[in-house]
T-cell receptor, first 117, second 116 residues
Framework: GAVVSQHPSRVICKSGTSVKIECRSL??????MFWYRQFPKQSLMLMAT?????????EQGVEKDKFLINHASLTLSTLTVTSAHPEDSSFYIC?????????????FGPGTRLTVL | AQKITQTQPGMFVQEKEAVTLDCTYD???????LFWYKQPSSGEMIFLIY??????QNATEGRYSLNFQKARKSANLVISASQLGDSAMYFC?????????????FGSGTKLNVKP
């Protein structure tokens, strides 16, 4: 299957700082990428959908000014958590949808565990 | 209404036995896809199996099979010959519509524990 990477895999930061998480499709071009947040023992909650070259579409209740998404190329999307606070601590997972395939499946990255002190 | 419902928060199964994880879905779109993912403690989401709404036969992938009952809107995952490595969270997901941009809806997950 297709490979999606995320960097960093784990980050610890102080409250008030900004953190950037990268999501890359390594062996295919991703027209669409998705960002999810997962709290412990809960399901994945979609935060936003990003399409290459256009603005991201945010889900209801997600602050677009706090979670900045940039999908500048067909292989890279970034999520920046601005002015992070302890309540932003979570597991962030990206996924990418390729440009072909009948299943229209999403390929998931390994996730980034963010801890805000 | 919930798009995807998984009613079993936790399940136990004896090693080498089969187990069924339940999933029901809600959609009025005639074109949709159903997916099952496995999430071990490491956090990665591992794709297991896919069923398209127009597929006539139930999907199978090795030890995984999907019991697709369209009229009942259920898509249960059957794992045969359970192994210790199958212990993980399992998520059912649905994509509505055929479009590339259509988002996924995830269920709340089922934690499977395989006992030796």
């Amino acid at each position: 299957g297709a490979v999606v990477s995320q960097h960093p895999s784990r980050v610890i930061c102080k409250s008030g700082t900004s953190v950037k998480i990268e999501c890359r499709s390594l062996d295919f071009q991703a027209t669409t990428m998705f960002w999810y947040r997962q709290f412990p023992k809960q399901s994945l909650m979609l935060m936003a959908t990003s399409n290459e070259g256009s603005k991201a579409t945010y889900e209801q209740g997600v602050e677009k000014d706090k979670f900045l998404i940039n999908h500048a190329s067909l292989t890279l999307s970034t999520l920046t958590v601005t002015s992070a606070h302890p309540e932003d601590s979570s597991f962030y997972i990206c996924s990418a949808r390729g440009t072909s395939g009948a299943r229209n499946e999403q390929f998931f990255g390994p996730g980034t565990r963010l801890t805000v002190l | 209404a919930q798009k995807i419902t998984q009613t079993q928060p936790g399940m136990f199964v004896q090693e080498k036995e089969a187990v069924t994880l339940d999933c029901t879905y809600d959609t009025s779109d005639p074109s949709y896809g159903l997916f099952w993912y496995k999430q071990p403690s490491s956090g990665e989401m591992i794709f297991l199996i896919y069923q398209g709404s127009y597929d006539q036969q139930n999907a199978t992938e090795g030890r995984y099979s999907l019991n697709f009952q369209k009229a009942r809107k259920s898509a249960n995952l059957v794992i045969s010959a359970s192994q210790l490595g199958d212990s993980a969270m399992y998520f059912c997901a649905m994509r509505e519509g055929p479009n590339n941009f259509n988002k996924f809806y995830f269920g709340s997950g089922t934690k499977l524990n395989v006992k030796p």
